[in-house]
Structure formats: structure tokens, C-alpha cells
């Protein structure tokens, strides 16, 4: 799992790259921004975007997504 993240005071966007395996051993990618506003040390309001075009892109033996 791949992260990246920037902070700015209480908001905070961050990028996620999830990889799953399926029981053939194909691995397919998906890739999600989450911004997340927080409060109290807490998250207070949160949401998700995904690109739904390439969402779990299979992933060569290269490392290349194909979509």
C-alpha cells in the first residue's frame, strides 16, 4: 500500500494505493484520495474519491496498471 499525504492545520488529504490478489494470483489496483477534516484529535467530517474509469486496473509483471 502506497501513502501520501498533506496536512494544513485540521484538513488533511490523503492518497492511497491499495493492491488486492485475487486466489489466481492477478493483482488489480485501486487508487482513493480521502479528505479529512478533524476536530478534537478526532475525524470529524471525511470523504472519498476514486477515479471509477481505472478503479482495479490489473497490474503487470512490470508494475504498470492496465486498464
Do not use: C, H, S
Request: cysteine-free.
Amino acid at each position: 500500500m502506497d501513502v501520501g499525504f498533506l496536512v494544513d492545520g485540521d484538513n488533511v488529504a490523503i492518497r492511497w494505493t491499495f493492491d488486492k490478489t485475487d486466489k489466481d494470483g492477478v493483482v488489480q489496483r485501486l487508487e482513493e484520495v480521502a479528505l479529512q477534516q478533524w476536530r478534537g484529535g478526532r475525524i470529524a467530517k471525511e470523504q472519498f474519491f476514486y477515479d471509477t474509469a481505472t478503479a482495479w486496473g490489473v497490474v503487470g509483471p512490470d508494475g504498470t496498471v492496465q486498464r
